[in-house]
C-alpha cells in the first residue's frame, strides 16, 4: 500500500493496525518467538504511519509498544537483536 498518497494513509494505518491485532492475538496462543519481532516490526510502522495522520499521542503510545518490544527481544536474545 503505498505510504506517501494522503488519501490511502487512514486505510493504511486500519490495515496495520488489523495485523498488530491478529499477531498479538497469535503471540497470546504461544506463538511469541515467531511473532514478537515482526509484530515490533508493525508496531513501529504503525506509529509512523499514526504520526503521518497527525495523531501523535497515540502514535507516541504505539512507537512505546515498539520500543519496548524491542528492548525485551535484545535482553532475551542479543545475539539475534543487538548489534555486534
Not at 4 to 25: F, G, M, N, Q, W
Not at 36 to 54: I, K, M, T, V, Y
Not at 60 to 77: I, S
Amino acid at each position: 500500500m503505498p505510504e506517501r498518497t494522503p488519501v490511502l494513509r487512514e486505510k493504511a494505518a486500519e490495515v496495520v493496525r488489523l495485523l498488530v491485532d491478529k499477531l498479538s492475538d497469535l503471540a497470546a496462543k504461544g506463538l511469541e518467538e515467531v511473532i514478537r519481532p515482526e509484530l515490533g516490526r508493525l508496531l513501529n510502522n504503525l506509529a509512523n504511519r499514526l504520526s503521518e495522520l497527525g495523531r501523535r499521542e497515540e502514535a507516541l503510545q504505539t512507537a512505546q509498544q515498539a520500543a519496548e518490544l524491542y528492548q525485551q527481544l535484545a535482553r532475551e536474545r542479543p545475539d539475534v537483536f543487538c548489534p555486534r
